[in-house]
Nanobody
Framework: QVQLVESGGGLVQAGGSLRLSCAAS????????MGWFRQAPGKEREFVAS????????AYADSVKGRFTISRDNAKNTVYLQMNSLKPEDTAVYYC????????????????????WGQGTQVTVSS
C-alpha cells in the first residue's frame, strides 16, 4: 500500500506562486511515474502534469505549460509542483497520484491507471 500526502496549498493572489509537495510512503518510489491532477468545484478532475521514473520526461496540460513545473526527488520519495503566475482559474483541489510502471520514460496523462491517490490540497487564487 502506498500513501501519498500533499502539502503546500493555500490562498494566493493572482500572479503569485505556490509550491506543492507530495510525500510518498513506499520503498520503491522510483518505480512509479507521478502525476498531479486538479478538480475545481462543479468540474471534472483534470490532468495537470506528470513525471517519469527518474524525471527526464515530463508532461503538462496546455493550460499550465510554461507556468508550472513538476519535479521529483527519489531520495526523499517526494514529488513537487512549482506553480508560478497563478490565475483564478487555477483554483482547485490538487491531487498527486502514483502510477506503477516498468517504463522508464512513461508520463501518464489520464487518471486511468494511476494506482494510488492522495487526499488533496486546496489551492485558491484570488483576483
Amino acid at each position: 500500500q502506498v500513501q501519498l500526502v500533499e502539502s503546500g496549498g493555500g490562498l494566493v493572489q493572482a500572479g503569485g506562486s505556490l509550491r506543492l509537495s507530495c510525500a510518498a510512503s513506499v520503498s520503491t518510489f522510483s518505480n512509479y511515474a507521478m502525476g498531479w491532477f486538479r478538480q475545481a468545484p462543479g468540474k471534472e478532475r483534470e490532468f495537470v502534469a506528470s513525471i517519469s521514473w527518474s524525471g527526464p520526461r515530463t508532461a503538462y496540460a496546455d493550460s499550465v505549460k510554461g507556468r508550472f513545473t513538476i519535479s521529483r526527488d527519489n531520495a526523499k520519495n517526494t514529488v513537487y509542483l512549482q506553480m508560478n503566475s497563478l490565475k483564478p482559474e487555477d483554483t482547485a483541489v490538487y491531487y498527486c497520484a502514483a502510477y506503477y510502471t516498468s517504463s522508464y520514460y512513461y508520463t501518464p496523462r489520464t487518471g486511468l491507471g494511476y494506482n494510488y491517490w492522495g487526499q488533496g490540497t486546496q489551492v485558491t487564487v484570488s483576483s
